[in-house]
């Protein structure tokens, strides 16, 4: 079976990224990584490749906290610490 490489970068971590279309016209990307590679097959447009190529490595760490996640926050560090009181986290 024929694949065409479309694209490949080098990440920010080590990791390398490829896109590839096969050729049954579906698309698919394999991530090597120092623990190992994994491969994401049957993608049915290189947008939908991309698309789930950023929602599994993205790097979301450095991004502000969500007003949600905030309050979650806000009432975890209220909260005294005793386990058999746990309703306000």
């Known amino acids: 079976m024929t694949k065409v490489l479309l694209m490949g970068k080098k ?5 390398e990224v490829r896109f590839y279309k096969e050729a049954d016209g ?6 090597e990584e120092e623990h190992g590679t994994s491969r994401h ?3 049915p ?6 698309s789930l190529f950023k929602s599994k490595y993205r790097d979301a ?14 009432q975890f560090n209220a909260w005294d ?3 058999q009181e746990m309703g306000s986290i």
């Open 26 to 31: 579906s698309y698919k990307f394999i991530v």
């Open 45 to 50: 447009t290189l947008t939908s490749a991309i």
């Open 61 to 74: 760490s450095n991004e502000p906290v969500t007003s949600e996640e905030q309050i979650i926050i806000d």
């Open 41 to 43: 097959v049957g993608c």
């Open 11 to 15: 990440l920010s971590n080590d990791s």
């Open 81 to 83: 610490g005793n386990l």
